[in-house]
């Protein structure tokens, strides 16, 4: 039967058959009822539910301070100030590019003409102060200690843009000194040890040239600086973003002063900063990848769900010949294409996997064309949409398709395995924690590797069991309780029921991933961001998905009982 054959109506998936041994333990919580919030989440913010970015809040103090909830924005950077003086997640890498853009907003606000004075202005030169400090001493300059730099979307342009603009005002200090910043009048701030602007030059001659740029390179186009204003081949979408991101099209409308009041790139941003009261995210609209993923996570683990048509349809109508994008403003890529259609097969509406094929290299598969580096998770997922394709649709396949479609997957498959770290676990460019990479490629290695991976499973189960903090969670900087998800969907998804072991540990997370469910916001972000973008942000209804699929599983097969 062909996907045009079935049925439109919602798709309802049965919970999962288990038999359970385990003594009884508290009961937990309404899971259906959760899965059935998320879902109607998804319908009502179509946009899709993300945290605040300390780096997109910051680029629109500058580049829009005429936009609503400026002085909320402002407030925002001072608030999420490290005691240390830094923004962002413990490690200098992840610190590098908030911490350059909050810097570069207050100084911004210290030196624009008309700004603010008095007791407002003194704390801002205060919180400036020790950044710059900060900054100097642990991030940038020769003197600056090595340290690595996370694999973050244009983090090679961002920080050179940045520190263009921190020095800019650095020299305007001179003209109009401020007390408090005195002693950083006229000095400079220079690139990391081992980094330059000589890409973000490039970059910038060829916009100024006309010539088309990269579609990905729009949703980092504020590092153009003023050349990104107006671009003449860049136009809103009919959302009104560009490139999904709240800076570039704060920088593609250029002025300081606010455009027409029907303009459609003023009211995405309008929309946008609306949601959190004024700090915005990286990367919104994230319609396709946040629905994706919420589906996906909630149907592999067998949580009884009714899926309205319309979002089986969200998924479907995007697809094209190079796949899909996360949303409007993005380019089509491997990653959510094949993740739109690993959901579809679960949800028994299977689509043919044919638009993975132009991501195909001669060992695996690339996120996008002209990708630098590889991902994983990428390569994970795109296991799993042939996989799932194949196990969904079984003898409905051609030959010379089933044949094509397994020889991918076996690609994938075999790449996953030679990546594989010689602890047994996975980390990859689009996640900050190893637990999940090592729970993406894991799961879909057991699910779809054969007995090649086999191996390779249980190093990474044994790698989890052996990681697992005294508390019962898991955590690269502390136990959360979406990294803890990840685990146990690793230890229950992958192996037998009989492993004692895993059992234990699985039950010993439980408290974590309870807690996990206790704010009724998908958007609040009490734990740390860990998803790569130009920052690091926390989708919040995915995140959520991986906490209440984890908590199915562990009641299904008894760990929780």
């Known amino acids: 039967m062909s996907v045009d054959d079935r049925p439109i109506a919602g798709t309802t998936l049965p919970p999962p058959r288990h038999e359970t041994t385990c003594p009884p333990h508290e009961p937990d919580p309404d899971l259906p009822r959760a899965a059935a919030r998320l879902i109607d989440g998804l319908t009502e913010h179509p946009w899709g539910r993300t945290s605040p970015s300390v780096y997109e809040t910051g680029r629109l103090v500058t580049l829009a301070p005429w936009l609503s909830g400026h002085e909320r924005r402002v407030s925002y950077l001072l608030e999420r100030?490290?005691?240390?003086?830094?923004?962002?997640?413990?490690?200098?890498g992840y610190a590098l590019v908030p911490t350059l853009s909050a810097t570069e907003a207050l100084l911004k606000v210290i030196t624009r003409e008309g700004g603010v004075d008095g007791a407002g202005r003194d704390r801002l030169a205060r919180a400036a102060a020790l950044a710059l400090g900060a900054a100097a001493a642990r991030l940038c300059g020769p003197s600056a200690p090595a340290f690595a730099l996370p694999d973050l979307p244009a983090i090679e342009l961002i920080t050179p843009a940045l520190l263009e603009g921190i020095n800019a005002s650095?020299?305007?200090?001179?003209?109009?000194?401020?007390?408090?910043?005195?002693a950083?009048?006229?000095?400079?701030?220079?690139?990391?040890?081992?980094?330059?602007?000589?890409?973000?030059g490039l970059v910038r001659a060829l916009l100024v040239s006309g010539a088309p740029a990269p579609q990905k390179l729009m949703h980092a186009l504020e590092v153009a600086g003023p050349a990104a204003a107006g671009l003449p081949h860049a136009r809103p979408e009919p959302t009104g973003t560009i490139g999904a991101s709240p800076a570039a099209t704060a920088a593609w409308l250029g002025a300081e002063t606010p455009p027409e009041p029907g303009d459609p790139a003023r009211w995405f941003l309008e929309t946008v900063v609306a949601r959190h009261g004024g700090p915005v995210p990286c990367g919104i609209p994230l319609t396709v990848f946040e629905r994706g993923w919420v589906l996906a996570w909630l149907a592999r683990a067998g949580v009884p769900l009714t899926v309205p048509p319309e979002l089986v349809l969200s998924l479907t109508a995007p697809l094209g010949p190079a796949g899909t994008a996360a949303a409007a403003g993005l380019p089509s890529d491997a990653d959510t294409t094949a993740g739109a259609l690993y959901a579809l097969a679960l949800l028994d509406a299977p689509c043919r996997p044919d638009s993975l094929l132009p991501y195909e290299t001669a060992t695996h598969f690339c996120t996008w064309q002209g990708e630098d580096g590889a991902s994983i998770t990428t390569n994970a997922h795109v296991?799993?949409?042939f996989g799932q394709y194949l196990a969904t649709m079984r003898n409905r396949v051609g030959a010379a398709s089933a044949e094509r479609y397994?020889?991918?997957?076996?690609?994938?498959?075999?790449w996953l395995c030679e990546q594989q770290r010689k602890d047994g676990g996975w980390e990859d460019r689009w996640h900050a924690s190893p637990y999940y990479a090592t729970a993406c490629a894991a799961i879909a290695l057991a699910a779809f590797g054969g007995e090649r991976s086999a191996a390779a499973v249980a190093a990474a189960r044994r790698w989890v069991l052996a990681t697992q903090r005294a508390d019962g969670s898991w955590g690269r900087w502390e136990g959360t309780a979406e990294e803890t998800a990840y685990a146990v969907q690793l230890l229950l998804l992958t192996g037998s029921g009989s492993d004692a072991a895993a059992a234990a540990a699985a039950a010993r997370a439980r408290p974590h991933l309870l807690r996990g469910l206790t704010s009724a916001d998908e958007q609040a972000d009490e734990e740390p961001a860990l998803w790569h973008d130009k920052d690091l942000y926390r989708p919040g209804a995915i995140v959520r998905a991986g906490i209440v699929a984890a908590l199915h599983l562990g009641r299904g097969s008894g760990v929780f009982r």
């Open 170 to 182: 650095l020299d305007r200090l001179r003209d109009a000194p401020v007390p408090g910043l005195g």
């Open 81 to 92: 100030q490290r005691p240390d003086g830094m923004w962002g997640a413990p490690e200098p």
């Open 406 to 414: 397994a020889a991918a997957a076996a690609k994938a498959a075999s």
């Open 383 to 385: 296991l799993e949409a």
């Open 184 to 200: 950083w009048a006229g000095r400079r701030l220079d690139p990391p040890p081992g980094m330059d602007g000589t890409k973000l």
